[in-house]
T-cell receptor, first 114, second 113 residues
Framework: NAGVTQTPKFQVLKTGQSMTLQCAQD?????MSWYRQDPGMGLRLIHY???????DQGEVPNGYNVSRSTTEDFPLRLLSAAPSQTSVYFC?????????????FGSGTQLSVL | AQSVTQPDIHITVSEGASLELRCNYS??????LFWYVQSPGQGLQLLLK??????LVQGIKGFEAEFKRSQSSFNLRKPSVHWSDAAEYFC???????????FGRGTSLIVHP
């Protein structure tokens, strides 16, 4: 099983550029989410989705957009990259997202914004 | 809203020594509690979880954790650490219907040979 697949693994952007981080899962999970990980800050939730066509904001949504057109895919869009968005990004999924389900994580995307 | 505190940013142990990583949570009802491990360059992997029942929970890789309601704690333990246990460890708390667990800031485990 592939699980949760994130692409790319590494990306360097210039300030103001836009890009999309891809996330796909093959487990038919309803719940998908995006986190960013920064040193000393742990994991902070950016956006999440509880099913196709349904998305909501997390703790740090500014500067990011998401959409969920299929159950499998949950891309994260950076509209105009800023140095403050330099981070490691993780996509995660679970069956229901009811707070008690195990999260499956992708291997991460390391993003640098110059 | 629930919150999680991992008071230790770094922990250093010698290989073969015992390990305890601390986790304190804030939540009114019985929480759902998790420990995840992140190896360098990897995503997070679930070590163990507690929902109800026996307060001592066994996980993968020889880890265990004990839920203590009176202390609002869910500390992770391992009797003998291996060099491959060097990683970042995250405690998380969830509540039914909230959709999203809350993660602590993580504890970095360093293992000396």
């Amino acid at each position: 099983n592939a699980g949760v697949t994130q692409t790319p693994k590494f990306q360097v952007l210039k300030t103001g550029q836009s890009m999309t981080l891809q996330c796909a899962q093959d487990m038919n999970h309803e719940y998908m989410s995006w986190y960013r990980q920064d040193p000393g800050m742990g994991l902070r939730l950016i956006h999440y989705s509880v099913g196709a066509g349904i998305t909501d904001q997390g703790e740090v949504p500014n500067g990011y957009n998401v959409s969920r057109s299929t159950t499998e895919d949950f891309p994260l869009r950076l509209l105009s990259a800023a140095p403050s968005q330099t981070s490691v990004y993780f996509c995660a999924s679970s069956t229901t997202g009811q707070g008690y389900e195990k999260l499956f994580f992708g291997s991460g995307t390391q993003l640098s914004v110059l | 809203a629930q919150s999680v505190t991992q008071p230790d940013i770094h922990i250093t142990v010698s290989e073969g020594a015992s390990l305890e990583l601390r986790c304190n949570y804030s939540y009114g009802a019985t929480p759902y509690l998790f420990w995840y491990v992140q190896s360098p360059g990897q995503g997070l992997q679930l070590l163990l979880k507690y929902f109800s029942g026996d307060t001592l929970v066994q996980g993968i890789k020889g880890f265990e954790a004990e839920f203590k309601r009176s202390q609002s704690s869910f500390n992770l333990r391992k009797p003998s650490v291996h060099w491959s246990d060097a990683a970042e460890y995250f405690c998380a708390v969830g509540e039914g219907g909230s959709y999203i667990p809350t993660f602590g800031r993580g504890t970095s485990l360093i293992v000396h040979p």
